[in-house]
């Protein structure tokens, strides 16, 4: 039988070329909207110092004392009034002595020394301090060799954070080395932000549970879990939604509990404009819908919309786009809707050590780690590629023009670590 005459459409050369009278919104865009149109929904909630680690502060923190709240000597030694002139000194001990938290009273005598050791109060009397293995105590006296500067060994009171200052401000999340700040300085109970709950929904009709048995054409939900971890990691409180096949009135449902139980919910799969894209399908039919076409590889498509006054960041269904999706766009959005502020991830310039020939019009993140004090990228740059992801450390951002990039040119390196993961 003869085959019908039907010419193929043409080859064209550029597969990855935008098309033509499509509007791709930059991903600076993208993100200057999402600030723009979002803002903190979470209430706030006491907490004691001691547990608010990863907390998000709710209100600016002033020092309610200062830091070192009195001078103190910063070594074991021997006080007196400074400063002394070069060359040889002998100097009587006064009885007693300054410990931490055990001070001496009284006044020390013109001319007399008095032991002292780290973190005292320095007593009346006392504004210099000579290292303990500077001296020869002998006979009620000190011997040792000048010169000392006045407030030699000492600390200013207030030299740290003077109190009444700001100590932390609204917005910030709590590190372990801010409470030690926070401590230092006088605080308690701390106002922090309730945590900003997300949950978490795969579609397709192909995912099974990770560990169960698989059929053919079944495969793994492989984003579930990544992003379940990622939302913990970032220190937002995850929410397991599960799975949903491809069925639009399942993820109806399923979109209504999600609503209810979390702040914002991120699902993956089914974003773009196809038959099982359920996603965006229901979105839309909401009417608060954007389907953003970000120029950004790997990443579209992104679908956005408010469910029940709830957002919704309908992620790819490719674990890499989801994943560079989830960094780029919903990690600042999220922070931003949990109290911390729009942060943007910061990334620092290295030589590549690698060849790649971009096109312009989008922005592309790269698999990428460090070596040598190089970026290398993932041999692959599919967006099906899992084990790259496991294999990267961080991103390499190509800004969105055309760029030949050649060994040792400069590229920017953004590790997981600035996104908080
Ligand atoms: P979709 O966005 O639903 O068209 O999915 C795009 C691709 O990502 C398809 O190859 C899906 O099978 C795959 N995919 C979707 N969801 C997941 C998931 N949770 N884990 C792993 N791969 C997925
Ligand atoms: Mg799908």
């Known amino acids: 039988m003869s085959k019908p005459d039907i010419a193929p459409p043409p080859l064209r050369n550029d597969c990855f070329a935008l098309p033509a009278g499509v509007s791709w919104t930059p991903v600076d865009k993208a993100l200057a909207l999402l600030r723009d149109r979002l803002s903190v929904v979470m209430g706030a909630e006491t907490v004691p110092l001691a547990q608010a680690a ?3 502060l709710a209100a600016d923190v002033y020092a309610q004392r200062s830091n070192p ?11 007196f009034a400074g400063p002394v002139p070069d060359g040889p000194h002998v100097m009587p001990l006064q009885d007693g002595r300054a410990a931490a938290g055990v001070p001496f009273d009284g006044q020390l005598a013109p001319g007399h020394a008095i ?19 500077d001296v020869t105590v002998q006979d009620g006296h000190i011997a040792f060799r000048g010169p000392l500067k006045q407030g030699a060994n000492t600390r200013n009171a207030g030299e740290d954070v003077v109190g009444g200052d700001l100590a932390l401000p609204a ?17 308690g109970d701390l106002l922090v932000r309730k945590a900003l709950r997300v949950a978490v929904l795969s579609t397709g009709d192909e995912l099974v549970e990770a560990g169960e048995v698989a059929e053919p054409g079944q495969i793994y939900d492989a984003n579930r879990p990544m992003l379940l971890a990622l939302i913990q ?33 991120l699902t993956s799969g089914g974003a773009s404009a196809g038959d099982e894209d359920h996603v965006s399908a229901l979105l839309r039919q909401a009417g608060a819908m954007q389907e953003w076409r970000i120029a950004l590889k790997p990443g579209r498509p992104l679908a956005l919309g408010i469910w029940d006054g709830v957002p919704v960041f309908g992620l790819p269904g490719n674990p890499v786009a989801a994943l560079v999706c989830t960094l780029i766009f919903a990690r600042p959005a999220l922070g931003l809707m949990a109290g911390e502020g729009w942060r943007d991830p910061q990334g620092f310039d290295l030589p590549a050590a690698f060849d790649k020939r971009k096109k312009p019009g989008r922005r592309e993140y790269l698999r990428a780690r460090i070596r040598d004090g190089k970026a290398e990228v993932f041999t692959s740059e599919g967006s099906g590629r899992i084990s790259g992801l496991s294999w990267a450390e961080g991103l ?23 996104f908080g993961i």
Request: charged fraction near 30%.
């Open 54 to 56: 990863g907390r998000i």
């Open 69 to 79: 709240p009195q001078a103190n000597t910063a070594v074991d030694g021997y006080g």
């Open 115 to 133: 032991r002292i050791l780290t973190g005292a109060a320095l007593p009346d009397g006392v504004d210099t301090v000579i290292l303990e293995e």
């Open 171 to 187: 917005g910030r999340r709590l590190t372990p080395a801010d409470l030690a700040l926070l401590s230092a300085t006088g605080a």
């Open 233 to 265: 990691r970032m220190g937002f409180q995850p929410l397991d939604m599960g799975r949903v096949a491809d069925d639009r009135e399942t993820l109806r449902e399923r979109l209504n509990e999600a609503a209810k139980e979390a702040d914002v919910v």
């Open 396 to 418: 390499v951002e190509i800004e969105d023009g055309a760029r030949h990039i050649q060994p040792g040119d400069l590229v920017r390196f953004i590790p997981y670590g600035s």
